[in-house]
C-alpha cells in the first residue's frame, strides 16, 4: 500500500500563490504518476496536474495553466504543486495522487492512491 499525506494548504488573498507538497510513503516502487486533483463545494473531483515520474512529463489542465507548476522530488518521493495568481474559483480541497500504471492521465480511476486532502481558500 502507499500512503499519500498533503501539506500547504491555507487561505490566501486572490493574486497570492501557495505551495503544496505531497508525501509518499508505503510501498512506493512501481509508481509512475502523481497527480493533484480538487474538489470545490458541490462540484466534481476535477484534476489539475499530473507529472510522470520517470521522465517528469508535466500535464495540466487549462484553468490552471501557466499559474500551477507541478514538480516531483524522486529521492524524497514527493510531488509538489506551486500555485500562483491565485483566483477565487481556486478554492477546493486538494488531493495528492498516485498510480502504478496511469497510462491517461484524465481518467480518475487510474489513480489507486489518495490523500486525505488539505484545503486551499482563495478570497477575493
Known amino acids: 500500500q502507499v500512503q499519500l499525506a498533503e501539506t500547504g494548504g491555507g487561505s490566501v488573498q486572490a493574486g497570492g500563490s501557495l505551495r503544496l507538497s505531497c508525501a509518499a510513503s508505503g510501498y512506493t516502487r512501481g509508481i509512475n504518476c502523481m497527480a493533484w486533483f480538487r474538489q470545490a463545494p458541490g462540484k466534481e473531483r476535477e484534476r489539475v496536474a499530473s507529472i510522470f515520474i520517470d521522465n517528469g512529463r508535466a500535464i495540466y489542465a487549462d484553468p490552471v495553466k501557466a499559474r500551477f507548476t507541478i514538480s516531483q522530488d524522486k529521492a524524497k518521493k514527493e510531488a509538489y504543486l506551486h500555485m500562483i495568481n491565485l483566483k477565487p474559483e481556486d478554492t477546493a480541497v486538494y488531493y495528492c495522487?498516485?498510480?502504478?500504471?496511469?497510462?491517461?492521465?484524465?481518467?480518475?480511476?487510474?489513480?489507486?492512491?489518495w490523500g486525505q486532502g488539505t484545503q486551499v481558500t482563495v478570497s477575493s
Open positions: 495522487a498516485a498510480g502504478r500504471y496511469v497510462a491517461d492521465v484524465t481518467v480518475v480511476s487510474e489513480y489507486e492512491f
